[in-house]
């Protein structure tokens, strides 16, 4: 990896490791916004950066083609994942919805399997997927007992994490070699329409403080519009599997900031399962022969 694509690599965990904490910020349920509102203007920013990049470019033109399968492919990335987390953060730390996304590349390994992907069956990759499924089995078991966290939250985080993997394992079978800046502008596009409704039926009544607007705002524009495109443009030099580990620094930032900036609690549960979802989700998503 060259010097200019690991700045960029680190720059787009970093950039994805924060969003968790904007979120948390924007859909406070005092001083913040509701979480559809933050799905709507996350994505509607998002698209407004990439949009114009893919037309440039001229990707633009042949995703669209392909609108059917980004409709799904937004259901499952953004309309329902996003709006999980922004809910489920108004219960649970930042750090902790960090921690628990880490768990894509493990369902991401399932979903492959079923789709005929037999090396999921190599004892190395069912050794870490057990590893994994034991970090976040102690995470919602800890979590819970102690009462440190809502259970129903850590359920939403888990969901979305489901519909992460789902989500990115269909679009790249149904429309492969096309532009993922081209795919994600359209698909923000799409999800900013169907969350639309929110910024009338939704709109809050009482004061929305600084913070989260400017969180929703850097959410936007940082987290999702130049995240994608620089994760998109390093992917597109180091290949998808070593641009995938991008996920595990995403978790150590979000868990970090989360203490640091946010004064969150590193708790029993986030300590104990925080190792183990990384060392099991890196190991269950290593390429090996089948």
């Known amino acids: 990896m060259s010097r200019r694509n690991l700045i960029l690599f680190i720059l787009a965990g970093f950039l994805w490791g924060i969003p968790y904490l904007f979120i948390r910020v924007a859909v406070d349920p005092e001083s913040g916004f509701s979480p559809a509102i933050v799905v709507f203007m996350r994505v509607f920013i998002g698209a407004v950066i990439l949009v114009p990049i893919a037309i440039y470019d001229k990707s633009f033109f042949s995703a669209i083609k392909g609108w059917k399968y980004i409709a799904v492919y937004a259901l499952f990335e953004m309309v329902i994942p996003w709006i999980l987390i922004g809910t489920a953060e108004q219960s649970i730390s930042s750090g902790l919805a960090g921690l628990l996304v880490a768990s894509v590349p493990i369902f991401s390994t399932i979903i492959t399997s079923l789709h005929g992907d037999k090396s999921v069956w190599h004892p190395r990759r069912l050794f870490g997927m057990g590893v994994g499924f034991l970090g976040v089995f102690l995470i919602v078991g800890i979590e819970s007992i102690t009462g440190s966290s809502d259970p129903i939250a850590i359920l939403m985080m888990l969901g ?111 300590i104990v399962g925080l190792p183990l979802v990384l060392i099991g989700s890196y190991l269950a998503s290593r390429k090996v022969n089948a």
Do not use: C, Q
Not at 164 to 182: F, H
């Open 160 to 270: 979305a994490s489901i519909g992460y993997a789902y989500a990115v394992i269909y679009i790249t079978r149904k429309l492969p070699g096309v532009s993922g800046v081209a795919i994600n502008g359209i698909a923000m596009a799409m999800t900013a329409v169907f969350y639309s409704p929110a910024l009338v039926l939704l709109w809050p009544d009482r004061p929305i403080s600084h913070n989260a607007i400017y969180s929703v705002i850097a959410l936007g524009i940082f987290s999702t519009g130049i995240a994608f495109a620089i994760f998109f443009t390093v992917m597109a030099e180091i290949g998808p599997a070593r641009a995938s580990l991008v996920t595990y620094m995403n978790t150590a930032f979000a868990v970090v900031l989360g203490v640091l900036i946010l004064s969150e609690p590193l708790t029993i549960g986030i």
